[in-house]
């Protein structure tokens, strides 16, 4: 079943401690991305990646970081994390230069909370 | 990307259908109009797409106006499990990245 999986799917945590939120999927796409979604402001991208080493900053990039080291794995990096990024986040993969590339599929999300 | 406009809800009966429409006026020639959904709070799934010519899949149809400045997107029997956000976006195909702008969408509530 083509998939993109997230993990953890909820999760808790304080100021400053390091988190990563790991992402993959099973379709051998190249275009990966990561969003966050708040209230009244609606799904934003944070970082995508056009392939394995190729990565590039979305609308909201501080405070995150982001490595594709393989095709089908994409992990969102809070160094330090701090509670306004406290959000809903969707990690999307797709493929490009095809017709069926209009279709992006996304993961469950993974709610964090920073306290 | 082409701005799009939608009602921010609307109201459906189990069984029948919902038509959800989106202006898109300034469109361009190269530009999409592409429907997803997003279930309370899950991650936003794709439904549809098309260029100019009404599509259909067994999700929903789409019907694109000839000016292409707006669409309808046709759920023909909303079931209670189509209660959810409903995007259009509109973009090119084969830009440089895959990214995704969503506005703020259509809640569709679908009543027994």
């Known amino acids: 079943e083509a998939q993109v999986t997230q993990n953890p799917r909820y999760l808790i945590t304080v100021t400053g401690k390091k988190l990563t939120v790991t992402c993959s999927q099973n379709?051998?796409?190249?275009?990966m991305s990561w969003y966050r979604q708040d209230p009244g402001l609606g799904l934003r991208q944070i970082y995508y990646s056009m392939n394995v080493e190729v990565t590039d900053k979305g609308d909201v990039p501080e405070g995150y970081k982001v490595s594709r080291k393989e095709k089908r794995n994409f992990p969102l990096i809070l160094e330090s994390p701090s509670p306004n990024q406290t959000s809903l986040y969707f990690c999307?993969?797709?493929?490009?230069?095809?017709?069926?590339?209009?279709?992006?599929?996304f993961g469950q999300g993974t709610r964090l909370t920073v306290v | 990307d082409a701005k799009t406009t939608q009602p921010p809800s609307m109201d459906c009966a189990e069984g029948r259908a919902a038509n959800l429409p989106c202006n898109h006026s300034t469109i361009s020639g190269n530009e999409y109009v592409y429907w997803y959904r997003q279930i309370h709070s899950q991650g936003p799934q794709y439904i549809i797409h098309?260029?100019?010519n009404n599509e259909t899949n067994e999700m929903a149809s789409l019907i694109i106006t000839e000016d292409r400045k707006s669409s309808t997107l046709i759920l023909p029997h909303a079931t209670l499990r189509d209660t959810a956000v409903y995007y259009c976006i509109v973009r090119a195909m084969n830009t440089g990245f895959q990214k995704l702008v969503f506005g703020t969408g259509t809640r569709l509530l679908v009543s027994p």
């Open positions: 379709m051998n796409h190249e275009y």
């Open positions: 999307a993969s797709s493929q490009p230069g095809t017709i069926s590339g209009a279709e992006a599929f």
């Open positions: 098309g260029l100019k």
